[in-house]
Each structure stands twice: as C-alpha cells, then as structure tokens.
C-alpha cells in the first residue's frame, strides 16, 4: 500500500487528560445519553465530552457502509467473528455508533453494565465512513479518531468521499495516553488497502466498496 501522506491532522495529537471532575460530568452525560428519547431516523453518541446526535446516512454513505458490511460478512463467514453495525461501542462512559465493526459473534459476554452496546475491548476493527458537513467531518476526521485511539481499537479505516479524490485512511497502533496513532496511511480511492491484523487481516478495501479511482 502506497502512503500519500503520514501527517495526523494538527489537532489529532491534543489530550485530554480525565480530573475526578471530568468523571463526575462523563456520568452525567452518560445518565442523560441513557435516557435520551430520540425521533425515528436519528442516533446519539457521547463524544469527548459532549452528547452528539445526527441523523441516519445519506444514500451514498450507506451505499458504502452496506458494501463494507457484506464483504466483511464473506471474509469472516464461518468463524467465530462478524461484523457488527448500528449497535453502541461503549467505552468508560462513552458511546459510538460506529458504521461497521469486527467482534466476537457471539456478543453476549462482551455487553456492558446496562446491556447498551459491546465493550470497546472486544472490538478489534472500525470502519467509519464520513459524512457531509464540516462539523461532521471534523467529528469523523478527528474527534472520533482520538476517541478510538484511547480505547485501544487495534485498527481503524475512515473511508472519506469528501477529500479530494476520495480516500481511505487507517490507522494502526493506539496510543491510549496520547490519544494518537503510532501509524496512519492514507491513499487515494483506486489504491487497495490491506488489514494488516486482527481477526480481518488481508481484508481488502478497494474500488468494490469506494468506487472507482476518481480522475
């Protein structure tokens, strides 16, 4: 796989580090996320501090996010991992929705407290493609990126119709202090890239789910 650039956004590297008082106000935010009563078409997530709701995927976004479910499926047909979506990742009082995920299964010994989504640990690969709109992107691009990174996912893949050409990211190595990644490559649509590890490795995201090479 050939890289186009290793740089992490200039605010990929920000910490923030967690006071007995940002735990107070992480349960808060978590008991209102619990109770939130949402309208058909919208989802919430608790992100670096704040309760995120936005509304269900465009055509062109589920058109990707259904073509990474499927071939995930195929991939890990017959063992003892699959790919999950629209189901909280639950982290120490934070919540994502992310649009695809490699887990165990079988779940059931991986849900939280509550039973309101699977703990991050069992997570060992996330796939997020970005919305339209700045502050989604920058929700995408960045804040969720920093947020997965804490929580140890072994590997993230953002599929970004937005930039440029359209590209594709991933992200290896997390940093849980720093809220970074020890590696990041990013390619242009047209490029495969390969999962380097984990229960997906040598799964192959390319122009069967991107789309073709954009002139």
């Not at 936005?54 to 890990?76: C, E």
């Amino acid at each position: 796989m050939t890289a186009l650039a290793h740089e992490r956004p200039e605010t990929m590297s920000e910490v923030r580090t967690e006071s007995e008082n940002d735990s107070d106000f992480d349960e808060v935010l978590w008991q209102a996320w619990k109770a939130m009563e949402l309208p058909e078409g919208y989802r919430a997530e608790i992100i670096e501090g704040a309760i995120e709701v936005s509304p269900t995927a465009r055509r062109s976004h589920g058109l990707i996010t259904n073509r990474v479910r499927r071939a995930l499926d195929k991939f890990l047909d017959g063992g003892e991992y699959a790919c999950h979506q629209d189901v909280n990742v639950i982290h120490r009082r934070k919540a994502w929705i992310p649009d695809a995920f490699v887990a165990p299964e079988d779940t059931q010994p991986w849900g939280d407290e509550d039973d309101l989504g699977v703990r991050a640990e069992a997570v060992y690969l996330i796939v997020d493609v970005v919305s339209p709109g700045k502050r989604n992107q920058d929700r995408d691009r960045v804040r969720k990126l920093r947020e997965y990174a804490r929580a140890g996912i072994p590997t993230y893949v953002g599929i970004d119709d937005y930039d440029a050409q359209g590209s594709v990211t991933l992200c290896t190595g997390p940093g849980l202090d720093k809220a970074d990644w020890e590696d990041i490559h990013r390619v242009y649509y047209g490029t495969d890239v390969t999962i380097p590890e984990g229960p997906a490795k040598g799964f192959v995201i390319g122009e069967t789910i991107t789309g073709p090479k954009r002139s």
